[in-house]
């Protein structure tokens, strides 16, 4: 048995605190049955954006005659799209391990692991132990149960961001953040989207506002299925046909040549024997830890998707500074502060958040202030032609803080960082109001927002 200071379980941001840790001269070791840097690299995150941002493109051609650019056409090389988005990835994640192949410390195991005891893990034919164990092991899709989809071909969003052949007809069952972001991938490079989504609105857990425009302009462009229950799918001579039915009994049925499941994460942690060490799980799966990261068994930390708190990649890389202080020095823990915690939707129009929805607000009672100001009232909104974006402000009436911030429309993703610093300071709607913005660029959306209510 190898004996080690620290064991990481996954590549992705646990990488942070082994390195660190290493730095710190404590001896570590790094397992990873997969390729290396997680989810989010080879994956997530950076294939998907890679990608995405080849369909931003197509969308700003298709738009290109609104501002007086005559645009004949376009052709996709598919191949060359998918093929610039692996060989990046690959790459990057080669080089990881690379560079791990050419140190003593951190020590890499690219096996599965299993607990056999506490603090003791197998790996391949080898058994490694530590005192300090941190568990980064992610999630991956989620597959639901449904009538012949076990053996049919369909797809996830791991095949999904590396397909040889663009489909001509892609059905996606689901309708949350991962099925918007790939049906505006493929949509935009000619693709024709159906989307067969359960809930009464596309990306539901999004504020309602955002989430009943988003709906809407998903719908004049692909056939979106709201309130239907997928009951059956089969697969004849490379076809895929998908039964389902909403609430009122009316079935459809949608061919393609495709099938996307898009239907949330599951953590990865039945695949680690947690119980033989002392972990406990919540019934989705995800590890219970305390507001340090720590697990219910001591020494033994866990962070990012498997935690389930917030399933983000600037979420993970967060908790692993904590994740890191919390095991190098347990005298001097320090509780996570997830303070204006954001995240975005990289589709088309983009979506960013942070801090509660308005039916969060209602639900809860609180004493609230709403403002909601369009994009197209602004210089740069006018002349980007976004008829359709809006910055939504939820603010406490007792002292003006900033409660939410909801934007749909263009570069919401970069709009919202001021609205971020401001609550991250604890300061309050007249902070953004009274901050000079630049005339006429786009952020001026969100200094206008805040100014009707400050």
């Known amino acids: 048995m190898q004996e080690f200071d620290l064991i990481v379980i996954g590549s992705g941001s646990g990488l942070d605190v082994a390195n660190a840790a290493a730095l710190h001269g404590m001896k570590v070791a790094v397992v990873e049955k997969d390729r290396m840097g997680g989810t989010c690299l080879n994956r997530g995150c950076i294939p998907s954006k890679l990608l995405i941002h080849s369909a931003d493109v197509a969308e700003m051609i298709k738009t290109a005659g609104l501002f007086g650019i005559k645009v004949d056409g376009f052709s996709v090389d598919f191949q060359s799209i998918i093929s610039r988005a692996s060989r990046i990835v690959d790459s990057d994640s080669d080089g990881i391990k690379t560079a791990f192949s050419q140190i003593d410390n951190p020590i890499l195991f690219s096996v599965q692991c299993r607990f056999v005891a506490e603090k003791t893990i197998t790996v391949g034919s080898d058994t490694i132990r530590a005192d300090k164990v941190l568990i980064a092991s992610g999630t991956r899709p989620a597959i639901p149960e449904i009538d012949g989809l076990d053996g049919s071909g369909f797809l996830t969003s791991d095949e999904a961001l590396r397909l040889a052949k663009q489909p001509r007809v892609l059905t996606i069952i689901g309708g949350g953040y991962i099925a918007a972001e790939l049906a505006h991938f493929y949509g935009a490079l000619g693709t024709k989207i159906n989307i067969v989504q359960h809930r009464d609105l596309l990306i539901p857990f999004e504020d309602r506002e ?245």
Not at 211 to 231: M, P, Q
Not at 285 to 296: H, N, R
Not at 302 to 328: C, M, P, T, W
């Open 210 to 454: 955002v989430a009943e425009k988003f709906t809407e302009l998903f719908s004049k462009k692909y056939s979106v299925y709201i309130d239907y229950i997928t009951e059956r799918v089969s697969k004849n001579n490379g076809t895929f046909n998908v039964r389902a039915r909403d609430s009122s009994g009316r079935a459809i049925e949608l061919e393609s040549d495709q099938l996307l499941v898009a239907t949330g994460r599951v953590p990865n942690s039945d695949m680690l024997d947690l119980g033989k060490t002392g972990v406990r799980t919540d019934k989705n799966g995800f590890i219970t830890v305390d507001k340090y990261l720590e697990t219910t068994t001591r020494g033994i930390f866990a962070l990012g998707d498997a935690v389930g708190r917030y399933l983000f990649k600037h979420s993970a890389n967060h908790e692993a500074q904590y994740a890191f202080n919390n095991i190098l020095h347990p005298d001097r823990k320090v509780a996570v502060d997830y303070t204006a915690m954001p995240h975005a939707i990289f589709s088309w129009p983009q979506v960013a958040s942070v801090g509660y929805t308005e039916q969060e607000l209602k639900k809860d009672r609180v004493n609230y202030e709403r403002a909601v100001y369009p994009y197209i009232n602004t210089a740069m909104g006018h002349a980007i032609e976004d008829r359709d974006g809006f910055v939504k402000f939820l603010v406490s009436k007792k002292d003006g803080k900033i409660l939410g911030c909801h934007i749909i429309g263009s570069e919401a993703s970069i709009l919202i960082h001021e609205v971020l610093i401001a609550m991250r300071l604890g300061a309050g709607i007249d902070s953004i109001a009274r901050t000079v913005h630049i005339h006429p660029a786009l952020s001026e959306v969100v200094s206008r927002a805040a100014s009707n209510i400050a």
